[in-house]
Protein backbone atom coordinates (compact mmCIF):
# COMPACT_ATOMS: atom_id res chain seq x y z
CA UNK A 1 0.00 0.00 0.00
CA UNK A 2 1.33 3.14 -0.73
CA UNK A 3 0.44 6.86 0.59
CA UNK A 4 1.38 10.14 -1.39
CA UNK A 5 1.39 13.52 0.49
CA UNK A 6 -0.20 16.55 -1.70
CA UNK A 7 -0.54 18.80 1.35
CA UNK A 8 0.79 18.89 5.08
CA UNK A 9 -0.23 22.55 6.14
CA UNK A 10 -2.79 23.51 8.74
CA UNK A 11 -5.47 26.56 7.67
CA UNK A 12 -3.39 28.30 5.20
CA UNK A 13 -1.13 27.18 2.57
CA UNK A 14 3.29 27.74 2.84
CA UNK A 15 5.94 28.60 -0.01
CA UNK A 16 6.58 24.61 0.94
CA UNK A 17 3.34 23.26 2.06
CA UNK A 18 0.03 23.16 0.52
CA UNK A 19 -3.56 22.69 2.43
CA UNK A 20 -5.17 19.33 3.16
CA UNK A 21 -4.64 16.37 0.63
CA UNK A 22 -3.68 13.05 1.12
CA UNK A 23 -3.68 9.88 -1.95
CA UNK A 24 -3.59 5.95 -1.04
CA UNK A 25 -3.09 3.22 -3.40
CA UNK A 26 -2.20 -0.36 -4.04
CA UNK A 27 1.20 -0.78 -5.03
CA UNK A 28 1.61 -1.43 -9.02
CA UNK A 29 -2.20 -0.08 -9.30
CA UNK A 30 -3.00 2.99 -11.35
CA UNK A 31 -6.30 3.49 -9.39
CA UNK A 32 -5.70 5.25 -6.29
CA UNK A 33 -8.32 7.36 -3.58
CA UNK A 34 -7.63 10.77 -2.56
CA UNK A 35 -8.25 11.46 1.32
CA UNK A 36 -9.20 15.81 1.28
CA UNK A 37 -8.73 18.06 -0.95
CA UNK A 38 -7.98 21.46 -0.01
CA UNK A 39 -7.69 24.56 -2.43
CA UNK A 40 -4.76 24.00 -5.64
CA UNK A 41 -4.69 19.98 -4.83
CA UNK A 42 -5.00 19.37 -8.67
CA UNK A 43 -1.65 21.54 -8.95
CA UNK A 44 -0.15 19.11 -6.73
CA UNK A 45 -1.30 16.43 -8.64
CA UNK A 46 0.43 17.72 -11.43
CA UNK A 47 3.59 16.93 -9.84
CA UNK A 48 3.00 13.18 -9.11
CA UNK A 49 2.41 9.83 -11.30
CA UNK A 50 -1.08 10.48 -10.24
CA UNK A 51 -3.78 10.82 -13.12
CA UNK A 52 -7.33 12.29 -12.21
CA UNK A 53 -8.80 9.62 -14.98
CA UNK A 54 -7.52 6.84 -12.26
CA UNK A 55 -9.19 8.23 -9.56
CA UNK A 56 -11.56 5.92 -7.91
CA UNK A 57 -13.07 8.02 -4.84
CA UNK A 58 -12.44 10.65 -3.44
CA UNK A 59 -12.76 10.96 0.92
CA UNK A 60 -13.32 14.26 2.79
CA UNK A 61 -12.83 14.32 6.68
CA UNK A 62 -14.86 17.76 7.24
CA UNK A 63 -16.12 20.91 5.81
CA UNK A 64 -13.89 23.12 6.50
CA UNK A 65 -11.91 24.89 3.52
CA UNK A 66 -8.36 23.66 3.70
CA UNK A 67 -10.07 20.10 3.14
CA UNK A 68 -12.17 20.73 0.40
CA UNK A 69 -11.94 23.91 -1.55
CA UNK A 70 -9.87 22.35 -3.85
CA UNK A 71 -12.80 19.87 -4.87
CA UNK A 72 -14.87 22.24 -7.93
CA UNK A 73 -11.77 22.53 -9.95
CA UNK A 74 -10.32 19.00 -9.89
CA UNK A 75 -13.41 17.68 -10.42
CA UNK A 76 -14.13 20.08 -13.25
CA UNK A 77 -10.25 19.45 -14.84
CA UNK A 78 -10.97 15.38 -14.47
CA UNK A 79 -14.39 16.49 -16.90
CA UNK A 80 -12.41 18.64 -19.67
CA UNK A 81 -10.27 16.04 -19.54
CA UNK A 82 -12.46 13.73 -20.77
CA UNK A 83 -13.21 11.51 -18.05
CA UNK A 84 -16.36 9.63 -17.96
CA UNK A 85 -16.09 6.54 -15.43
CA UNK A 86 -17.91 7.68 -12.58
CA UNK A 87 -16.27 8.57 -9.34
CA UNK A 88 -17.19 8.39 -5.76
CA UNK A 89 -17.42 11.17 -3.21
CA UNK A 90 -17.77 10.15 0.69
CA UNK A 91 -18.07 13.05 2.33
CA UNK A 92 -20.65 14.75 5.17
CA UNK A 93 -23.77 15.86 2.96
CA UNK A 94 -22.83 19.38 3.05
CA UNK A 95 -20.23 18.50 0.56
CA UNK A 96 -22.74 17.53 -2.02
CA UNK A 97 -24.70 20.82 -1.50
CA UNK A 98 -20.66 22.78 -2.09
CA UNK A 99 -20.55 20.62 -4.94
CA UNK A 100 -23.93 21.35 -6.67
CA UNK A 101 -23.89 24.87 -5.71
CA UNK A 102 -20.85 25.55 -7.22
CA UNK A 103 -21.75 23.81 -10.54
CA UNK A 104 -24.72 25.32 -10.58
CA UNK A 105 -23.52 28.99 -10.06
CA UNK A 106 -20.49 28.60 -12.81
CA UNK A 107 -23.27 27.31 -15.14
CA UNK A 108 -20.63 24.00 -15.36
CA UNK A 109 -21.83 20.23 -15.53
CA UNK A 110 -19.43 17.26 -15.88
CA UNK A 111 -18.64 14.49 -18.34
CA UNK A 112 -19.10 11.92 -15.41
CA UNK A 113 -21.49 11.04 -13.14
CA UNK A 114 -20.75 11.48 -8.99
CA UNK A 115 -21.82 9.04 -6.91
CA UNK A 116 -21.85 11.11 -3.03
CA UNK A 117 -21.98 8.52 -0.30
CA UNK A 118 -22.70 10.85 3.03
CA UNK A 119 -20.74 9.51 5.90
CA UNK A 120 -22.98 10.36 8.92
CA UNK A 121 -25.45 7.86 6.88
CA UNK A 122 -23.25 4.47 7.26
CA UNK A 123 -20.23 3.18 8.75
CA UNK A 124 -18.13 1.87 5.60
CA UNK A 125 -17.19 2.10 2.24
CA UNK A 126 -15.90 -0.88 -0.24
CA UNK A 127 -14.60 0.20 -3.69
CA UNK A 128 -14.36 -2.06 -6.63
CA UNK A 129 -10.96 -3.69 -6.11
CA UNK A 130 -8.45 -2.84 -3.51
CA UNK A 131 -9.77 -1.87 -0.14
CA UNK A 132 -12.55 -2.01 2.72
CA UNK A 133 -12.80 1.56 4.01
CA UNK A 134 -14.27 2.04 7.60
CA UNK A 135 -15.55 5.50 9.16
CA UNK A 136 -14.84 6.98 12.43
CA UNK A 137 -16.38 10.06 14.38
CA UNK A 138 -13.98 12.22 15.68
CA UNK A 139 -13.86 15.75 17.67
CA UNK A 140 -13.98 18.71 16.24
CA UNK A 141 -15.60 22.32 16.05
CA UNK A 142 -17.71 20.30 12.83
CA UNK A 143 -18.26 16.55 12.58
CA UNK A 144 -15.15 15.46 10.93
CA UNK A 145 -14.35 11.69 9.95
CA UNK A 146 -11.02 9.38 9.94
CA UNK A 147 -10.90 6.78 7.16
CA UNK A 148 -9.18 3.52 7.86
CA UNK A 149 -8.22 1.68 4.61
CA UNK A 150 -8.00 -1.76 5.36
CA UNK A 151 -6.70 -4.23 2.61
CA UNK A 152 -9.39 -6.50 0.40
CA UNK A 153 -7.52 -9.17 -1.23
CA UNK A 154 -4.62 -11.13 0.25
CA UNK A 155 -2.38 -13.22 -1.96
CA UNK A 156 -1.55 -16.24 0.58
CA UNK A 157 0.85 -19.17 -0.28
CA UNK A 158 -0.11 -22.36 -1.80
CA UNK A 159 -0.41 -24.76 0.92
CA UNK A 160 1.89 -27.30 -1.43
CA UNK A 161 2.22 -29.67 1.73
CA UNK A 162 -1.70 -30.25 1.90
CA UNK A 163 -1.58 -30.58 -2.36
CA UNK A 164 0.78 -33.36 -2.53
CA UNK A 165 -1.12 -35.10 0.49
CA UNK A 166 -4.00 -34.95 -1.01
CA UNK A 167 -2.40 -36.47 -4.29
CA UNK A 168 -2.98 -33.37 -6.77
CA UNK A 169 -0.46 -33.04 -9.27
CA UNK A 170 1.91 -30.07 -9.67
CA UNK A 171 0.10 -28.80 -12.77
CA UNK A 172 -1.60 -25.86 -14.49
CA UNK A 173 -4.31 -26.37 -11.76
CA UNK A 174 -1.97 -25.55 -9.27
CA UNK A 175 -2.16 -22.24 -10.59
CA UNK A 176 -5.37 -21.91 -11.19
CA UNK A 177 -5.92 -22.94 -6.98
CA UNK A 178 -3.72 -20.24 -5.99
CA UNK A 179 -6.06 -17.52 -7.77
CA UNK A 180 -8.95 -19.24 -5.81
CA UNK A 181 -10.55 -20.89 -8.96
CA UNK A 182 -12.19 -24.31 -7.56
CA UNK A 183 -11.26 -27.14 -9.44
CA UNK A 184 -13.06 -30.54 -11.14
CA UNK A 185 -10.18 -33.29 -10.56
CA UNK A 186 -9.60 -35.77 -13.77
CA UNK A 187 -10.64 -38.40 -11.05
CA UNK A 188 -13.93 -36.60 -10.37
CA UNK A 189 -13.16 -35.14 -7.12
CA UNK A 190 -14.00 -31.44 -6.56
CA UNK A 191 -11.53 -29.24 -5.06
CA UNK A 192 -12.37 -26.12 -2.72
CA UNK A 193 -9.30 -23.59 -3.86
CA UNK A 194 -9.74 -21.95 -0.49
CA UNK A 195 -8.69 -24.86 1.07
CA UNK A 196 -5.39 -25.01 -0.36
CA UNK A 197 -4.49 -21.31 0.54
CA UNK A 198 -2.77 -20.48 3.61
CA UNK A 199 -3.89 -16.92 4.96
CA UNK A 200 0.13 -15.79 6.13
CA UNK A 201 -0.51 -12.39 7.28
CA UNK A 202 -3.13 -9.91 8.41
CA UNK A 203 -4.78 -7.58 5.99
CA UNK A 204 -2.54 -4.19 6.40
CA UNK A 205 -4.56 -1.05 7.80
CA UNK A 206 -4.23 2.75 7.24
CA UNK A 207 -5.99 5.57 9.47
CA UNK A 208 -6.23 8.79 7.88
CA UNK A 209 -7.83 11.21 9.98
CA UNK A 210 -9.23 14.73 9.64
CA UNK A 211 -8.87 17.24 12.32
CA UNK A 212 -9.41 16.07 16.20
CA UNK A 213 -8.87 17.40 19.39
CA UNK A 214 -9.52 13.62 21.33
CA UNK A 215 -7.48 11.54 19.68
CA UNK A 216 -9.21 8.42 21.75
CA UNK A 217 -11.50 8.48 19.68
CA UNK A 218 -9.88 6.09 17.40
CA UNK A 219 -8.89 3.25 19.94
CA UNK A 220 -11.39 0.92 18.27
CA UNK A 221 -9.93 1.69 14.81
CA UNK A 222 -6.44 1.61 15.45
CA UNK A 223 -6.39 -1.78 17.73
CA UNK A 224 -5.20 -3.34 14.46
CA UNK A 225 -4.03 -0.27 12.42
CA UNK A 226 -0.23 -0.63 10.56
CA UNK A 227 -0.03 3.09 10.34
CA UNK A 228 -1.96 6.19 11.76
CA UNK A 229 -1.88 9.48 9.91
CA UNK A 230 -3.30 12.26 12.26
CA UNK A 231 -2.87 16.07 12.47
CA UNK A 232 -0.25 17.63 15.08
CA UNK A 233 -1.29 20.98 14.47
CA UNK A 234 0.77 22.79 17.36
CA UNK A 235 3.13 21.73 20.15
CA UNK A 236 1.77 22.29 23.77
CA UNK A 237 3.05 25.32 24.38
CA UNK A 238 1.43 27.14 21.08
CA UNK A 239 -1.76 24.93 21.46
CA UNK A 240 -1.90 26.82 25.23
CA UNK A 241 -1.82 30.01 23.78
CA UNK A 242 -4.40 29.37 20.54
CA UNK A 243 -6.62 28.23 23.88
CA UNK A 244 -9.14 25.64 23.46
CA UNK A 245 -11.20 26.91 20.51
CA UNK A 246 -8.41 25.32 18.09
CA UNK A 247 -10.07 21.93 18.78
CA UNK A 248 -7.09 20.55 16.97
CA UNK A 249 -4.61 18.01 18.59
CA UNK A 250 -0.38 18.60 19.98
CA UNK A 251 2.34 16.48 19.05
CA UNK A 252 2.26 15.05 22.35
CA UNK A 253 -1.34 14.03 22.47
CA UNK A 254 -1.29 12.68 19.37
CA UNK A 255 2.32 10.25 20.32
CA UNK A 256 0.88 9.72 23.60
CA UNK A 257 -2.30 8.03 22.18
CA UNK A 258 -0.30 6.32 19.24
CA UNK A 259 2.04 4.92 22.31
CA UNK A 260 -0.72 3.87 24.20
CA UNK A 261 -2.25 1.56 21.10
CA UNK A 262 0.52 0.06 20.05
CA UNK A 263 0.63 1.30 16.68
CA UNK A 264 3.97 0.94 15.09
CA UNK A 265 4.03 3.50 12.31
CA UNK A 266 3.02 7.73 13.23
CA UNK A 267 2.91 9.80 10.34
CA UNK A 268 2.12 13.58 11.91
CA UNK A 269 0.88 15.89 9.21
CA UNK A 270 -1.76 18.93 9.19
CA UNK A 271 0.97 21.42 10.93
CA UNK A 272 0.56 25.19 11.58
CA UNK A 273 2.45 27.40 9.30
CA UNK A 274 3.88 29.34 12.36
CA UNK A 275 6.10 26.01 12.04
CA UNK A 276 9.04 26.87 10.28
CA UNK A 277 11.04 23.93 7.93
CA UNK A 278 13.86 25.33 8.77
CA UNK A 279 15.34 23.93 12.07
CA UNK A 280 17.18 27.04 13.42
CA UNK A 281 14.17 29.01 13.43
CA UNK A 282 11.79 29.28 16.77
CA UNK A 283 8.75 27.61 16.50
CA UNK A 284 10.38 25.34 13.88
CA UNK A 285 8.83 21.74 12.66
CA UNK A 286 11.51 20.11 14.29
CA UNK A 287 10.21 21.51 17.54
CA UNK A 288 6.73 19.26 16.62
CA UNK A 289 9.12 16.22 15.63
CA UNK A 290 11.02 16.62 19.23
CA UNK A 291 7.93 17.07 21.26
CA UNK A 292 6.27 13.97 19.52
CA UNK A 293 9.64 11.77 20.32
CA UNK A 294 9.57 12.41 23.52
CA UNK A 295 6.05 10.11 24.24
CA UNK A 296 6.06 7.55 21.45
CA UNK A 297 8.90 4.56 20.91
CA UNK A 298 7.51 4.05 17.28
CA UNK A 299 8.47 4.58 14.37
CA UNK A 300 7.69 8.21 13.46
CA UNK A 301 7.59 10.54 10.65
CA UNK A 302 6.76 13.99 10.11
CA UNK A 303 5.05 14.51 6.21
CA UNK A 304 5.93 16.97 3.45
CA UNK A 305 4.34 17.27 0.53
CA UNK A 306 5.29 14.85 -2.08
CA UNK A 307 6.24 12.43 0.41
CA UNK A 308 5.68 8.65 -0.71
CA UNK A 309 5.28 5.93 1.92
CA UNK A 310 4.88 2.52 0.77
CA UNK A 311 3.40 0.23 3.76
CA UNK A 312 4.69 -3.36 3.05
CA UNK A 313 3.05 -6.93 3.52
CA UNK A 314 5.34 -7.05 7.15
CA UNK A 315 3.60 -4.12 7.76
CA UNK A 316 7.24 -1.77 8.04
CA UNK A 317 6.79 1.74 6.61
CA UNK A 318 9.61 2.98 4.61
CA UNK A 319 9.38 6.50 3.47
CA UNK A 320 10.49 6.21 -0.36
CA UNK A 321 11.88 9.84 -0.50
CA UNK A 322 14.70 10.21 1.45
CA UNK A 323 14.85 13.27 3.81
CA UNK A 324 13.10 14.42 7.18
CA UNK A 325 12.89 11.57 8.74
CA UNK A 326 12.56 11.76 12.52
CA UNK A 327 12.78 8.14 14.23
CA UNK A 328 11.60 8.17 17.72
CA UNK A 329 13.11 7.45 20.97
ZN1 LIG B 1 -7.70 21.68 8.87
ZN1 LIG C 1 -10.86 21.74 10.52
Known amino acids: MEIIFLGTSAGTPTKSRNVSATAVKKANSKLWSLIDCGEATQHQILHTKLSLNNLE ?62 VEECKEYTDGNDFDVEFSELSHCVPSYAYTFCEKKIQGKLDIAKLQKDGIKAGPCWGEIHKGINQVLPDGRKINASDYILADRKPRRIIVCGDNDTPALLTNAAGSANVLIHEATYTEDVS ?13 TVAQFAEEVLINNLILTHFSPRYCRNKNSSPSIADIANEAANYYSGSLFLANDFDMYLLNKDGELQLLSNKNKYVGQ
Do not use: M, W
Not at 66 to 93: E, M, Q, V
Open 240 to 252: LKVGKASQHSTAK
Open 57 to 118: SIFITHVHGDHCYGLPGLLASASLAGRITPLTIIAPALIQDFVENTQRISKSSLSYKINFIH
